[in-house]
């Protein structure tokens, strides 16, 4: 649920932090309401603006932590954002008796102020009642953490400012959140905020001397933010000049002149946080029925009735998420809502002020337009089913497959007809608002495209989606500078990436295939070397250390092949390890071999694999590429087997022709053993 009343009493009834940065700005109350961005303590529902505008909050709150998303994600910072993350970190607070609020309230008294340290909670004096009785001293108590993991850390993706949130690839950048078993309500809110500072700061403003040192002196005077030295100024010199962090400074650019330009700077907003919320929703236990170790996908539509301008800063319809990769024997949960409040005159399809939406699989193009896939290399999904390109639904019929979906599934997508209680349905009019097909085992292989017939507005909006199910387990997860580790769902494959290891953020794509990697034919690198020679092809980067084709070992399969995408993305590495299992026996010989982005077959050196036991595999890896553990019988014991076979033989063969020249000896043999001659 969102904040509470008592929450927001509290809030602002708190003294605020007065070691805060609030530049030249007047803050008009002395609580926790009043901060650099809303100096005015303007209310918003029961949200503490200070809690808002701050992380992390020294003071306890009911936010658990999910992830931060940074551009800026080193070991220091994140290892900052976990430690002190109210998920395992208690907070620290000055406790009130409760009838004390019980009685100021009821009588319209003031509240005396909180404080926010220890000393002061513990020498208020809370005074007594109208009855003389004296009110129990304030306690400086700790709340516990909520015990739960800290949460993730990682590197944002780039995006444009004031662009919706999409990314370089033209899709909305997103964040996979796992859903956890430690919080099952009906009553859960979903907080996004997201802070802007500039290169103003330094760092960031991820440092502790921003701080109320650097506050103006008074409201007609400029914040001591240094503006001056980034610009090689004295401080007499920038404040001649303008260069000063206040509200709009006129500042001469060109030296020598009294040429001024003005700056629309709002030190109220340089260095802020936005925030979006959710309306409330529920996390539900999970079935009994679903089986162990598969994932669940929930699959929503997003946006507004509307074009571009009527719905912004929102979006139009689209899918949520557009792009989905499962593997067979997973489940996905389709589940939309939608709204009959909408701005009467909006532009969309259907009665005005209305937005629905279904799901129906588009028509395949095998002519003109490239086959359209969304994983790497396609190897366990190239069944595809309809294409982006086309604007008409398929015929439906009785051979029809979408996902192993039964035909009523499908149809019940397309129709949403088990809210349907007559009236106009081309356009899904008189349709419910809300969609759940439930929960559903996805059994068949493919990519599958699909849209929706009713918001797919040529002009303006392309409601479609994809969902591509393959058949091998996979992985996917972004790791940047902090490091991180990324494992697949049955445990066969763990690759470990140490902090400053990678440059930017990488979405790493792990899958795990059967078969047995083997050199390449003649004819392939012949192929290869043509492809490349025309620059059709990179040249081919590999480490020195690596044995190549012809002196590469060979043997059989002792583990399934683990892809590691990008297949091109290079690493060091004594800072990358890849661990695979595997299952050899105690006479084998064991080792590693790879594919490269090029397709070149070689081992690596022993002087890579840190260790082989216990079925488990670990080894450095300087890049993308396909691994696989092979196996081939120890030469030793081999030859032992040969020799003892051979001394055996000619035991047997001395021992027959010594009986056939010595038949006495051999009657001996026989009596003593007892057999009759």
């Known amino acids: ?49 200070e809690e808002r505008d701050y992380y992390p909050y020294w003071g306890p709150t009911p936010w658990m932590d999910i992830a931060i998303l940074t551009n800026n994600a080193t070991v220091e910072r ?7 993350s109210e998920n395992v970190l208690g907070r620290f607070y000055c406790k009130y008796p409760d009838d004390y ?24 004096n809370l005074g007594s009642d109208a009855a003389g009785v004296a009110f129990a001293k304030p306690e400086w108590v700790q709340a516990d953490p909520f015990g739960i993991p800290p949460p993730e850390c990682v590197e944002a993706d780039w995006s444009r400012d004031n662009h919706n949130g999409n990314g370089l690839d033209g899709f909305p950048n997103q964040y996979n959140w796992t859903l956890p078993d430690h919080t099952i309500s009906d009553n859960c809110v979903l907080r996004l905020r997201y802070n802007i500072t500039t290169g103003e700061f330094a760092e960031g403003g991820f440092k502790s001397s921003i701080n109320a040192a650097l506050n103006a002196e008074n409201q007609n005077s400029e914040s001591k933010l240094d503006v001056a030295s980034q610009f090689g100024l004295t401080a007499e010199e920038a404040d001649a000049r303008g260069y000063v962090f206040e509200n709009n400074p006129d500042v001469k650019v060109f030296e020598g002149t ?46 507004k009735r509307g074009n571009i301008v009527q719905t912004y800063p929102a979006v139009e319809y689209d899918f949520a998420p557009n792009r989905v990769q499962m593997k067979t024997g997973d489940y996905i949960h389709i589940q939309w809502t939608g709204s009959d409040t909408n701005p009467g005159n909006n532009d969309g399809q259907g009665r005005q002020g209305t937005d629905r939406s279904n799901m129906i699989l588009i028509r395949n193009i095998t002519e003109g337009y490239h086959k359209e896939g969304a994983l790497p290399e396609q190897t366990s999904a ?33 129709l949403i007809e088990q809210t349907q209680f007559g009236g106009d349905m ?24 699909y849209m929706c017939t009713r918001n797919n507005n040529f002009s303006n909006r392309s409601q479609k989606g994809r969902i591509v199910i393959t058949t091998a387990p996979f992985v996917q997860k972004k790791i940047g500078q902090a490091g991180g580790e990324v494992e697949l769902p049955n445990g066969d494959a763990t ?50 250390d690596l044995a190549t084709e012809d002196d590469a070992d060979t043997g059989s399969s002792a583990s399934e092949i683990i892809s590691v995408f990008p297949l091109e993305l290079r690493m060091n590495r004594t800072k990358a390890r890849l661990r695979i299992k595997y299952t050899a026996d105690t006479a084998d010989t064991t080792f590693v071999a790879m594919v490269t982005d090029q397709g070149t077959y070689a081992s690596l050196p022993s002087s890579r694999v840190m260790s082989m036991e216990a079925g488990n595999a670990n080894f450095q ?36 022709i010594f009986f056939h020249k010595n038949p006495s000896a051999r009657y001996r043999v026989m009596r003593m053993m007892g057999r009759d001659v």
């Open 1 to 49: 649920m969102h904040e509470n009343y008592a929450y927001y009493r509290n809030c602002k009834n708190r003294e605020r932090n007065k070691g805060l940065f609030t530049a030249d700005q007047n803050l008009n109350r002395n609580d926790a309401r009043s901060t650099r961005q809303n100096p005015n303590g303007q209310r918003r529902g029961y949200e503490c603006p």
């Open 78 to 84: 994140c290892e900052y954002y976990k430690n002190n």
């Open 101 to 124: 609020f019980i009685y100021k309230e009821a009588t319209n008294r003031g509240i005396a102020d909180i404080p926010i340290t220890k000393e002061e909670c513990e020498n208020q």
């Open 258 to 303: 009294n040429v001024e330009v003005q700056l629309a700077i709002n030190t109220a907003q340089y260095g802020r946080t936005f925030q979006d919320r959710s309306h409330v929703f529920a996390i539900r236990p999970k079935p009994d029925d679903v089986v162990e170790g598969q994932s669940i996908f929930n699959m929503n539509v997003r946006g």
């Open 382 to 414: 190239n069944n595809q089913q309809g294409h982006w390109a086309s604007n008409y639904p398929v015929v439906i019929t009785d051979e029809t497959s979408f996902m192993g979906l039964s035909k009523s599934d499908i149809i019940a997508a397309a």
């Open 426 to 449: 081309e356009e899904l009019d008189d349709a419910g608002t809300y969609y759940n097909m439930g929960l559903r085992r996805i059994t068949t292989p493919g990519v599958y495209n």
């Open 495 to 544: 690759l470990k990436i140490d902090p400053d290891a990678l440059s930017e953020a990488v979405l790493f794509y792990i899958e795990e295939n059967k078969g047995t990697l083997e050199k390449s034919t003649e004819e392939q690198k012949t192929e290869r070397r043509k492809r490349q020679a025309t620059g059709e092809a990179a040249p081919e980067e590999i480490d020195d």
């Open 621 to 656: 890896i300087s890049g993308g590429g396909k691994y696989q553990v092979l196996k081939y019988p120890y030469v030793p014991v081999i030859i032992a087997f040969c020799i003892l076979a051979i001394v055996l033989v000619a035991l047997v063969v001395g021992l027959a």
